[in-house]
């Protein structure tokens, strides 16, 4: 089937500005749907797809066994229902093809899972004190994960920070998230003495200068940061602070935002901070410290404030 379209696709996604992952992921999903539209449904050509054919993918993924005989999972079907969503919704739009299928494209509702293994303030500040700032590369690594603790950011947002980015006098940060969704997220008094030294002392000696780089936190080499070396400079640390947990840089910004709800922060400056479209994507943080749900349960239900002495029942 013509494969001409899912290069056209991954175009216009990127002048649409949507993330690298997106533009590689939304064709790659896209062609699944038009392998099996070509396999399954001897189809030849992409404009021989019919609603009959849209509903026998759907029904293919939610209910064929897989690899060892399991069923995929709910994300992985919504995963590659969104792209045929948004092929269609493009490429429509675009004029490339006659019919617009999206309308009849049901996508199952993705589970909320509730994040496990939060760390807690005292593991926090336990991994942080791990991080001495003594050379280049550690004062970028207190820096870094100062920064994210206290701002919630993502692994992907952190890493594709620039300098230009960072607003001194404000002490603000322009991010960029997902959807190429800007913000403004506060770096916080505490982290900016850490920040400053970083721009100030390491980062200098951490330029390539054959191909000097704008990003804000640079590899040994100059080079950007990956999703891989961050891994691996948090698990490190870890074991440097005698933690016996598994965090990775999502669960960082897991507890950011559990601690900010703990401390009594109103769920939408949460919102805000994270750069949640959804509300409900900041709400599971709620659901975290059930001690503390207990808490202000008791003080703030009128009939919790009874004197248990005075219960009649």
Not at 27 to 37: E, K, N, S
Not at 54 to 78: D, E, P
Request: positive net charge; proline residues 5%.
């Amino acid at each position: 089937m013509e494969k001409i379209f899912l290069h056209v696709f991954a175009e216009k996604l990127e002048l649409m500005g949507l993330s690298k992952r997106c533009v590689k992921d939304y064709p790659y999903d896209m062609g699944l749907f038009l392998r099996f539209c070509e396999q399954r449904e001897n189809l030849a050509s992409i404009h021989d797809i019919t609603p009959e054919h849209i509903t026998a993918y759907q029904t293919h993924l939610q209910y064929t066994r897989f690899r060892k005989g399991r069923y995929l999972a709910t994300s992985t079907v919504v995963k590659r229902l969104d792209a045929v969503k948004k092929f269609y919704s493009v490429m429509y739009a675009d004029g490339r093809i006659k019919q617009d299928y999206t309308g009849l494209i049901t996508v199952p509702k993705k589970k909320r899972n509730i994040p496990r293994h939060v760390p807690g303030e005292k593991d926090m500040v336990t991994l942080l004190e791990a991080i001495q700032p003594t050379d280049p590369l550690t004062l970028r690594d207190r820096a870094l994960f100062e920064l994210l603790y206290a701002t919630g950011l993502r692994s992907g947002e952190v890493r594709s920070l620039c300098v230009e980015n960072f607003d001194r006098t404000e002490k603000t940060l322009f991010v960029t998230g997902k959807g190429a969704k800007d913000r403004v997220v506060p770096v916080g008094d505490w982290v900016m003495p850490y920040l400053l030294e970083y721009l100030e002392v390491g980062r200098p000696k951490l330029i390539d200068p054959r191909d000097p780089s704008d990003l804000l936190f640079l590899s040994k080499n100059g080079k950007p940061i990956t999703t891989g070396n961050l891994g691996d400079l948090l698990r490190k640390y870890i074991k440097q602070a005698g933690l016996d947990m598994s965090i990775s840089p999502h669960t960082i910004r897991h507890a950011c935002a559990t601690h900010l709800l703990k401390g009594g922060a109103d769920i939408r400056y949460v919102q805000e901070l994270l750069g949640h479209a959804d509300l409900s994507s900041t709400q599971i943080y709620t659901k975290l410290d059930i001690s503390f749900l207990k808490q202000a349960h008791k003080k703030y239900h009128p009939r919790e404030r009874l004197d248990n002495g005075c219960c009649q029942h």
